[in-house]
């Protein structure tokens, strides 16, 4: 599960401000819209000009615009010509040239040339197939499918951490949830900043254990987020968020989770109620504290 808040408000925001039409300023809309409009006048008046001035042409001066008419019939003919070159097209008048020597049934076929487009595409393929065989398979230069889906996913990991590292601070009581791949950052930092009021395994010190079911202000992932981010001026707990950002202390909080049921030597006197905790939570919990036992029996081990 994620610890981050969710987005879609913003992103609502987002689609709306990128597909509506428009800014803030309602006098910048009325400016946009009055120099459409009068762009739109102003090309309807050039076409209108340059309508006008054609007409004035053939009646003033019939020998221009006869000119004109000529240049522009040869124009499209040599438009013409080049088309038909291109897709190979003969005209009927060189049929006679490109008849073959026989005949089925009085059927003659015509020798049409290749066009020049298919050429063009056939020997283009080829090309294309020679340089992607050099550079993919010879040289090495290009990166093969595996190589490829290796370097996507580093750059899918480092997007990926970049928008955790922007967006975890939108994480707050109201949104925190169990991440157990939390738990060691967040045993760091109860290391540096909570041992002293709580013991080095969670056991209580001056503050309570937080390895049994008994809380003062609640067990759940939430509460416990709260209650670290708000502290409890009245029993000598500071607030943490002036000090620790939101993701920090989800991770805390993740960690304390973690604590649950691990039965630390010299555990402080329950205090508060007791918390029955939620399915999903007293499963990561339980698996988390299991783990967390098995560590230190490993460790333990490693000492003797």
Request: hydrophobic share 40%; glycine share 8%.
């Amino acid at each position: 599960m994620s610890l981050l808040l969710d987005t879609a408000p913003a992103t609502a925001e987002v689609v709306q401000s990128t597909i509506g039409f428009g800014t803030d300023n309602l006098y910048t809309d009325i400016l946009i819209v009055v120099l459409i409009v009068v762009m739109l006048a102003l090309l309807a008046s050039a076409l209108m000009v340059n309508r006008a001035m054609k007409s004035i042409i053939k009646i003033t001066m019939p020998e221009l615009a006869k000119e004109e008419k000529l240049k522009k019939a040869a124009n499209k003919g040599w438009m013409k010509r080049s088309w038909n070159k291109i897709m190979g097209i003969r005209p009927i008048s060189e049929e006679k040239d490109i008849v073959i020597d026989h005949e089925y049934d009085g059927i003659r076929e015509l020798d049409n040339p290749i066009p020049i487009w298919f050429n063009f595409l056939f020997y283009g393929t080829i090309f294309f197939g020679l340089v992607y065989l050099f550079v993919y398979q010879v040289s090495g230069i290009g990166m093969n499918q595996d190589q490829e889906y290796e370097h996507e996913m580093v750059v899918a990991e480092k997007e990926r951490q970049a928008y955790l590292t922007a967006s975890a601070s939108n994480v707050d009581e109201s949104s925190v949830e169990f991440q157990p791949e939390m738990a060691a950052d967040g045993k760091a930092i109860f290391t540096a900043n909570c041992v002293a009021c709580h013991g080095g395994s969670g056991e209580g010190g001056i503050g309570p254990n937080l390895t049994d079911k008994f809380w003062l202000h609640g067990g759940e992932i939430k509460d416990i987020f709260k209650t670290i981010k708000y502290g409890v001026p009245d029993k000598g707990m500071v607030p943490w968020e002036q000090t620790l950002s939101p993701a920090q202390i989800a991770q805390v909080a993740s960690y304390i989770i973690t604590l649950r049921d691990t039965h630390p030597a010299n555990p402080k006197a329950p205090q508060g109620e007791e918390v029955t905790y939620g399915a999903g939570q007293a499963a990561s919990g339980e698996k988390a504290a299991d783990e967390s036992k098995a560590d230190q029996a490993e460790t333990e081990k490693k000492a003797e």
